[in-house]
């Protein structure tokens, strides 16, 4: 099996910085067990005391949608829709980190990576050649033939100002500037983007897209993509001077 030398990480220090500048939250369970109680009480008293079952019933009812409506915007809040996207791009980074580890061995890869202001997703070294690799755990996704993405939104594709072709295409410039400062390397790198999320919507024309021949694929095709690559041969000495190189960094 391949050796990984760096695992996903620094999404876990985001969501930790996000929970450490929010309000601490109630458990939404227990803040729902609170709040029906308390209704419950207040109709009980108001039922008792008023003699009014109407008013009861339309209490009740206001109650319940009060209770609701606490809950949505506490659903809402910003911190934690930002935790949500955050946790839901683990998971797919998490998912391809465990693919690319089961590689054969031979390969050495490095995960959640700062290179020159760039955070690298994933990076493979083997045999086959250099991969930097960059991951979209979307629910849905949509590219033509230019390289042009789109997204789908309320019953229509709507074009990404920022492609993830273009995202990883700076990847790929960080890492040639790095490798060739530092070991004079001038090396063709393969662009890759993986969309993780195996229930997505996806619209997909080519698979390979400008800019740089970005290839896309599936996590279950990542393997085969990798190892059945052409044009580039590293010797196992080469792939452990690059991955070297690469985990001294501390830029």
Same mark, same amino acid.
């Given at each position: ?56 019933? %339309?209490? %009740? ?7 609701? %409506? ?144 970005? %290839? ?36």
């Amino acid at each position: 099996m391949a050796e990984t030398l760096q695992w996903p990480r620094s999404l876990n220090k985001q969501i930790i910085n996000i929970e450490s500048k929010s309000p601490k939250k109630s458990n939404p369970l227990k803040l729902f067990t609170m709040l029906m109680a308390f209704g419950l009480i207040a109709c009980l008293i108001t039922w008792l005391f008023c003699n009014n079952a109407a008013f009861t019933i %339309l209490l %009740l009812f206001a109650w319940i949608f009060i209770m609701v %409506l606490i809950l949505l915007v506490q659903k809402l809040s910003p911190s934690s829709i930002e935790s949500e996207k955050i946790l839901k791009g683990l998971s797919g980074e998490v998912l391809v980190a465990n693919i690319l580890d089961r590689l054969p061995e031979g390969w050495l890869i490095i995960n959640d990576i700062k290179l020159d202001g760039a955070q690298i997703d994933h990076i493979a070294i083997g045999p086959t050649g250099i991969f930097c690799l960059e991951t979209k755990n979307w629910n849905n996704a949509g590219c033509d033939e230019n390289g042009n993405w789109y997204r789908f939104h309320l019953s229509h594709w709507v074009p990404v100002k920022t492609s993830p072709a273009e995202q990883n295409a700076v990847h790929v410039l960080s890492l040639g500037r790095y490798l060739k400062k530092r070991l004079g390397l001038n090396i063709k790198i393969y662009s890759i983007i993986v969309l993780a999320n195996s229930n997505a919507k996806l619209n997909i024309a080519a698979k390979v897209v400008p800019p740089g021949d970005t %290839l896309i694929c599936l996590p279950g095709e990542l393997h085969k993509l990798i190892l059945n690559n052409k044009g580039i041969e590293l010797t196992s000495n080469e792939v452990s001077e690059i991955a070297i190189t690469l985990v001294s960094n501390k830029t």
